[in-house]
């Protein structure tokens, strides 16, 4: 059997460990069981716990368990000492305070979201969804500095946006993009995938022992963790732009299932809407990036995990040429 991710979502469920097994168990009601060892990592939503001895278990199989809030943001995750990588911590460092480190990374990271934008829209393109790409989507150009290599990322991806509002369905179009807060269900919709996408960097990279805080082409402000930010960019068309069409042209949401929030703009109706998309996501996650690929991985999730690795040896070795291209 293969390694995998436990998503418990399920309201009042709480994931117990009894005879070398991990349960999903509601109301006395097994809702799925995986043996101990071929568990990879354990997401929680609220409304769901974990009993002591599973939280023994996993801290003994040193198994990564990440706690997602309402809106797809990572609130805490289970970490372990050994995993912190002190010459990836300090090539970060050193990356981030020389100017010119700093932007090679940057401008590698935004060569990789050019490219994963560029073979996305190319699949959609394959399949009549699109008209010809802008060239604001072909080879990331040499910038002198951070302010303009922003302004090259900036266009790709309002060209990027236009793109995927002509293949998504008519009801779900928007005329731009919008966020803290996202006005319209296509604006909310895409902000939930970039917000579950961003959570799962941010696990990642806190694994692998580096600091989420010191991003390369972002910049820091406030808890904003910039680096998972920086890393999240290649996934946001493959993974999350991907996953919008694919509950968009289903017909499994409908902008009518959206409701103007309390703090401004608008979101899901109810939790059970929420759940139902997280459980899709984490469908897509486990499943082929769309048009592209990333070294050796078969899912979206191994490429992200593949993605950070690459960025961490990249710190260790001052060398951003190691941080992965999408394919």
Not at 144 to 172: C, H, I, K, N, Y
Not at 211 to 222: K, S
């Amino acid at each position: 059997m293969a390694l995998q991710d436990i998503f418990i979502e399920a309201h009042q469920s709480e994931l117990r460990s009894e005879g070398g097994l991990f349960r999903v168990v509601r109301q006395g009601d097994t809702l799925g069981a995986v043996p101990e060892g071929l568990v990879r990592g354990v997401w929680l939503l609220p409304g769901c716990s974990l009993s002591r001895r599973a939280l023994d278990r996993l801290a003994a199989n040193r198994t990564p368990c990440a706690f997602l809030s309402e809106s797809g943001r990572l609130q805490a995750c289970l970490l372990y000492p050994e995993t912190v990588h002190l010459e990836a911590r300090l090539g970060q460092v050193r990356a981030f305070t020389d100017p010119q480190m700093r932007l090679g990374f940057a401008s590698r990271i935004v060569a990789a979201k050019l490219a994963s934008q560029r073979l996305f829209h190319r699949s959609l393109q394959k399949r009549g969804l699109v008209a010809a790409l802008p060239k604001s989507l072909g080879a990331a150009p040499t910038a002198p500095d951070l302010e303009t290599l922003r302004g090259v990322e900036g266009a790709a991806a309002r060209d990027a946006f236009s793109l995927l509002m002509e293949a998504a369905p008519t009801q779900w179009r928007s005329p731009g993009r919008s966020y803290r807060p996202p006005t319209d269900p296509a604006n909310a919709l895409l902000s939930l995938g970039y917000s579950l996408a961003t959570s799962a960097t941010l696990a990642f990279l806190l694994a692998e022992g580096l600091d989420p805080f010191l991003g390369m082409l972002h910049q820091p402000h406030h808890s904003m963790p910039a680096l998972a930010v920086d890393l999240v960019e290649p996934f946001r068309a493959p993974l999350a732009e991907a996953w919008f069409l694919r509950v968009a042209r289903s017909g499994m949401l409908q902008p009518s299932d959206f409701e103007p929030a309390e703090q401004g703009g608008c979101r899901l109706a109810n939790r059970d809407l929420f759940r139902a998309c997280v459980r899709s996501f984490a469908e897509a996650w486990t499943s082929d990036l769309v048009g592209c690929r990333l070294g050796a991985a078969k899912t979206a999730r191994d490429a992200m995990l593949a993605f950070v690795r690459s960025a961490r040896e990249a710190f260790s070795a001052g060398d951003p040429e190691r941080i992965l291209l999408p394919r």
